[in-house]
Each structure stands twice: as C-alpha cells, then as structure tokens.
C-alpha cells in the first residue's frame, strides 16, 4: 500500500496517485479526508468516475467509501444511499453490515443493464473495529490467537523512538486484548466469505463470471504484538504495509503466482486498462499490470505516512508528554506526530530491501534486508553499504518529487537505472549532510 492508513490508502486506490499527490495524509476532514477540497479537485479523475463518464461503465460502490468516524459499525448505523440518510438497528436480518452490503450487491448485478459493460467496488469496514461477528460465527476459532512471529512481543531496539518507547514484554492484559481482537477479525471475515461466495455465483448464475475481472484486497494490513504494539496500523513494516493481492478473470491461468511488485496505486491504471481506456491520459502514478508479464517492470514503490499527535498530554501516558495518539492503558502510544516517514521498498531479483527515512530532528533512518530479516528485526542503517545507502537515498528523493509518468522510471535496482552522484550534492546535498551525521 501507499500509506498504511485508511483514508490516504483508500484515495490512492481511487486516484492511482501516491499522497504526496493526493493530499489525503490522514483520517480526518483537516486531514483532506473527503473533504470539499478533495470533492472537487481529485474525485472527478477517480478511475470509477473516469470508467463511469468516458469509457460507458455502470458503476455501483457499497461499504466504506473513504473514511469518517463511526463509520465502521456493524448494527445501528446510518448509511447515506445515492444521498438520502438510511438508518439501520440491530436486528440482525435486517442490519448486520456485511450481509446488507451483499445483498445490496446481488440487486444491483440482478437489475443492471446487460447492454452496458459495469463496474462493481463493495468495500466492507469487517474487519474493522470493533470486530462484531454474526451470531452464527460468535463461538468460531475459540482457540485462535494472534500469531507469535520472531517480532512478536520484543523490543524494538534500533528503531524509531515511537516503537522504542513500547513496553517490553507486554502486560498480559495487553496481550489478551490483541488476542481477542485478532479472533474477532477472523470471525468478522466469515461474514465477508460469505458476501464473496454469493456475488461469485450470482455471476455464475447470469453467465457472467468468465468475462468479469474479480479483484480481491485490502487498504492496510494490522500489527497484533509485533514488536510489543498491540494492536493497530501506521508503521512502516511489512505487518502494516503489505496487503493480500488476488486477481481472477479471462485469460488469467489458476494457481498462478506473480513476483511483480505491485501497490495499490496500480489498481485503478490496470482497471482502466482492462476497459480499454488511456492510462496515459491520466495524471496517475500508478501502472497496469494486466500485461502480468514483468517487462519493463519496477523494482521499487515509495510508502509514504504522516504522523498524528495531540497538541496535550495523553491522559494515559502523561510521561510522553505532547504530541502522541492512539494510547493504550499500558502507556503504549501506536502514533506521534513525527511518526512521519517516506519509505523506498525494493524487490528485485539482486535485492529485496526496505529503505526509511523519518521527518523528524535526527532524520532518523531505518533500513531492512527483507530476504535475510523478514521480520524485520536488525536495523542496518549503519551497516548496510554506504553507495547503496546513498542510491536509496537518492531514489526516495526522487520518488517523494515525483508526479504521473515520472513516478514510473526505473529504480535502483533496475538495469536501466543510471546513478548520478553528483546531483545529489547540488539539489539535495543539504539532506544528505544531515542523514549521514545520523549514520557517524
């Protein structure tokens, strides 16, 4: 993903464009989260849109469009239908979100033209807080806890003072906690197996599943007691940034597995590509990746989060000071407000590496061997080489100027990359001097 953040991921997928170019850097209204601002002058070039009023698409969206408080609620609930207030209760066969939103779904592939090509998003908040199962599945995974990966439940020495200052090891009410939140998530996903299996066969009934593209995804991943935060999103490492990615449709073999490095801002090119439309005419910095054959493919994408912090004191981390959020009782705070970074993230075939840098005082950095430390436990900032440490550098510079075709040119690790130092110590040489004061 681009950001592992609701709002800005979710209008990455929409506008095919990174943050930096969206401006949605968080949740909320100020955040540019749906706001007016955003309305106006990035939604008309959304690939549904664009789908909708150049290429012919019926379009129909059900769920979490982007992001607003109390939005994620399973019973009583309003939603806003083509604009008119709906309120919802807490009767179950009426209520319950992920089934209402299925069967929204099957009306509309039900009483759709078939004259015209169409183009469903059903965006289900499950498995979003605060995690509330259907009846039948209440009792589901009753032994399930959250896995206990090498990261689980340690310290995270060598990294950003945010993930430092967690307690090591978690109070046992912490991880309980993490451990029935993770359950909950498994048994709210049933319900979205569900939703899945019957839109699959209503196309199957009406003849329509071999010509239709089925993308499955999600907008950020989830920690549960990695490096001992209990529960949340909004860091940089794999736990939060990387998402499952399942494609099915014509011409696409089964059981079969891509090594392409693919982000979510390439959603919305490879759609519009598969409807015949121009990516090219677009502003996004994303790519299509129908082709599903690699050439001239990408090694790297750039990661972007902005951090949010309270301008008071946490009540419940009063220690910390100002400029902290999302804490728990144990005075673990999941975000600051110089949890702000922008990540460069390698895959090549000579390389997979992720490669960090912080806004903050020190330009803190932080850099993975992802091959050889996939849990991501031994910071190598001041060990890695320093020419590629200088090429990361200078790749994530570019990536974080970068706009439409230029966020597309070869990266680092690319043969067709061309390395020139010397423009690092002209238009960035400011940066560059403080980042390896940092590595002395």
């Not at 008119?84 to 033209?113: E, I, P, V, W």
């Not at 593209?213 to 794999?238: A, C, W």
Request: hydrophobic residues 30%.
């Amino acid at each position: 993903v681009a950001s592992p953040l609701c709002c800005p991921s979710r209008a990455s997928i929409l506008t095919g464009k990174y943050p930096h170019n969206h401006h949605v850097i968080n949740n909320t209204l100020d955040g540019n989260c749906s706001s007016k601002a955003w309305q106006k002058s990035e939604e008309p070039h959304t690939f549904p849109a664009l789908l909708k009023a150049s290429a012919g698409y019926q379009t129909f969206f059900a769920g979490k469009y982007l992001n607003q408080d109390k939005n994620s609620k399973y019973y009583n609930y309003t939603l806003s239908v083509n604009g008119k207030a709906q309120k919802h209760g807490a009767d179950y066969s009426k209520d319950y979100l992920t089934d209402l939103l299925a069967n929204m779904s099957l009306d509309f592939l039900q009483y759709k033209t078939s004259y015209q090509p169409f183009f469903m998003m059903v965006s289900t908040p499950a498995p979003h807080s605060p995690w509330t199962a259907a009846p039948q599945y209440q009792n589901s995974f009753k032994n399930t806890k959250a896995p206990r990966d090498p990261n689980f439940n340690i310290h995270g020495k060598d990294k950003h003072w945010l993930i430092r200052q967690a307690k090591t090891p978690m109070s046992n009410s912490s991880i309980q906690f993490l451990d029935d939140a993770f359950r909950g998530r498994w048994q709210t996903l049933l319900s979205v197996d569900d939703l899945v299996e019957k839109i699959v066969k209503r196309l199957e009934v009406r003849g329509e599943l071999n010509n239709t593209y089925i993308f499955f995804t999600s907008d950020n991943g989830y920690h549960t007691g990695q490096f001992s935060l209990p529960v949340d999103k909004r860091q940089l490492y794999e736990f939060d940034i990387r998402v499952p990615l399942m494609v099915r449709g014509p011409n696409i073999k089964p059981n079969q597995i891509s090594q392409m490095l693919v982000a979510n801002v390439d959603l919305g090119p490879t759609i519009l590509d598969i409807a015949g439309y121009n990516v090219n005419k677009t502003q996004m910095d994303g790519m299509s990746f129908l082709p599903m054959n690699g050439t001239s493919w990408r090694t790297d994408i750039l990661v972007e989060y902005e951090g949010e912090g309270r301008n008071k004191s946490d009540p419940t981390c009063p220690l910390l000071g100002p400029g902290v959020s999302e804490c728990f009782p144990d005075c673990v705070c999941e975000d600051s407000y110089n949890n702000t970074y922008a990540c460069v993230r390698t895959i090549a075939p000579s390389s997979n590496l992720q490669y960090c840098e912080f806004d903050d005082n020190e330009i803190f950095v932080e850099v993975y061997n992802v091959t050889a430390d996939p849990y991501q436990l031994t910071n190598i900032a001041k060990t890695i080489d320093k020419e590629v440490l200088e090429k990361m550098n200078h790749r994530l510079m570019m990536l974080q100027s970068c706009s439409g075709q230029s966020c597309r040119t070869p990266g680092v690790y690319d043969p067709r990359y061309k390395f020139d130092p010397r423009q690092m110590f002209t238009s960035h040489s400011w940066r560059l001097s403080r980042l390896r004061q940092t590595l002395k």
